[in-house]
T-cell receptor, first 112, second 114 residues
Framework: AQKVTQAQTEISVVEKEDVTLDCVYE???????LFWYKQPPSGELVFLIR??????QNEISGRYSWNFQKSTSSFNFTITASQVVDSAVYFC?????????FGTGTSLTVIP | DVKVTQSSRYLVKRTGEKVFLECVQD?????MFWYRQDPGLGLRLIYF???????EKGDIPEGYSVSREKKERFSLILESASTNQTSMYLC?????????????FGAGSRLTVL
């Protein structure tokens, strides 16, 4: 079974639209971490955020925001007023007991 | 700027060739990882290392080996490349302690085996 599910394979939006990337995870541990990484066309995965399982507070960083809900085992990522530079593949990941599990990624295309 | 550097961005090899993928990090990180990335499959862990000369198998180690002779360098070796090893290979590193699960990735090495 997938530990991390990113059901959206590809998303296209027009510039300035808001977009939410979904991430659902599965774990039986009480202590775990969730991540989002961005992979632009250059190929290098760039770390965006880490949340631990004890901190459900939502986070905002500029145009990016993250919604962590343990009740639904979700860690969704919203980009507000999307820009062309946001075009990339975005990976959600789970870390538990020093093991990492990556989702299959969501490819976001922002159309100018 | 801290970096994980992968020596080759693109390689084309023939079936049966021995392939070396090199990865160097300048952050004095203890942990280093090799992942393989394929469309629809995400990232899959091949091998990782917690220290010099130490290695642990990941989820898909078959057909691969690794070498970590120095702390900053972690090499992935394909002893006899096969076409099903055509893929993007990503190296990553992380420190011990509180930041241990924040991976810093290299730019990737795209390998094509003909």
């Amino acid at each position: 079974a997938q530990k991390v599910t990113q059901a959206q394979t590809e998303i296209s939006v027009v510039e300035k639209e808001d977009v939410t990337l979904d991430c659902v995870y599965e774990t039986r541990d009480t202590t775990y971490y969730l991540f989002w990484y961005k992979q632009p066309p250059s190929g290098e995965l760039v770390f965006l955020i880490r949340r631990n399982s004890f901190d459900e507070q939502n986070e905002i960083s500029g145009r990016y925001s993250w919604n962590f809900q343990k009740s639904t085992s979700s860690f969704n990522f919203t980009i507000t007023a999307s820009q062309v530079v946001d075009s990339a593949v975005y990976f959600c990941a789970l870390s538990e007991l020093n093991q990492f599990y990556f989702g299959t990624g969501t490819s976001l295309t922002v159309i100018p | 700027d801290v970096k994980v550097t992968q020596s080759s961005r693109y390689l084309v090899k023939r079936t049966g060739e021995k392939v070396f993928l090199e990865c160097v990090q300048d952050m004095d990180h203890e942990n280093m990882f090799w992942y393989r990335q394929d469309p629809g499959l995400g990232l899959r862990l091949i091998y990782f290392s917690y220290d010099v000369k130490m290695k642990e198998k990941g989820d898909i180690p078959e057909g691969y080996s690794v070498s970590r002779e120095k702390k900053e360098r972690f090499s992935l070796i394909l002893e006899s490349a096969s076409t099903n090893q055509t893929s993007m290979y990503l190296c990553a590193s992380s420190p011990l302690g509180a930041g241990a699960n924040v991976l810093t990735f290299g730019a990737g090495s795209r390998l094509t085996v003909l």
